[in-house]
T-cell receptor, first 116, second 114 residues
């Protein structure tokens, strides 16, 4: 069974640009969550999508947005990039229902975004 | 507001000995706790979890203990092996109120010396 895949693995952008990251969950998983990892803040929850709907949202500005398609694949977008957006962006997938005990989250390898 | 804290950024242990990683939390709504292991350039890998209705869960060399009154959990690795060297994250969830959302600690770098 294929794991969670994220593309691209590495990205370099400049301030003010926008970026789109992609995540393909494990087959059969309907929930996709996004996390940002930085040295100073650790792993921070961005948002979760389940069946094409945003089900949960963290404390990030509106420049961070996402969506989920009917095949459960998800994209996140960051507009007007700032230097502080440089981070590892991780995607995690799970079935998304039945309680967390039955919903081990499987993480992808992440996309390393560098903003210059 | 850091709701999940791992106060030790690093831990060094001899091969064969016990590794004990600690985690404290403040949110009493958390009802499920997990430990993840992370190697550089990879995503976190799930290790072991515990529900708030239990105080211990064991899986091979890994045991997680939960002390709800102290809002404290720990991960014991016995015996420790060099391949266990990685960053370990404690995470917590409140499924009824926050669904799949995980709140992570800052991580502890474990080094197991041969």
């Amino acid at each position: 069974k294929a794991g969670v895949t994220q593309t691209p693995r590495y990205l370099i952008k400049t301030r003010g640009q926008q970026v789109t990251l992609s995540c393909s969950p494990i087959s059969g998983h309907r929930s996709v969550s996004w996390y940002q990892q930085t040295p100073g803040q650790g792993l921070q929850f961005l948002f979760e999508y389940f069946s094409e709907t945003q089900r949960n949202k963290g404390n990030f500005p509106g420049r961070f947005s996402g969506r989920q398609f009917s095949n459960s694949r998800s994209e996140m977008n960051v507009s007007t990039l700032e230097l502080g957006d440089s981070a590892l962006y991780l995607c995690a997938s799970s079935f998304g229902y039945g309680g967390l005990k039955y919903n081990e989250q499987f993480f992808g390898p992440g996309t390393r975004l560098t903003v210059l | 507001d850091q709701q999940v804290k791992q106060n030790s950024p690093s831990l060094s242990v001899q091969e064969g000995r016990i590794s004990i990683l600690n985690c404290d939390y403040t949110n009493s709504m958390f009802d499920y706790f997990l430990w993840y292991k992370k190697y550089p350039a990879e995503g976190p890998t799930f290790l072991i979890s515990i529900s708030s209705i239990k105080d211990k869960n064991e899986d091979g060399r890994f045991t997680v203990f939960l002390n709800k009154s102290a809002k404290h959990l720990s991960l014991h690795i016995v015996p420790s092996q060099p391949g266990d060297s990685a960053v370990y994250f404690c995470a917590a969830s409140a499924w009824e109120t926050s669904g799949s959302r995980l709140t992570f600690g800052e991580g502890t770098q474990l080094t197991v010396n041969p």
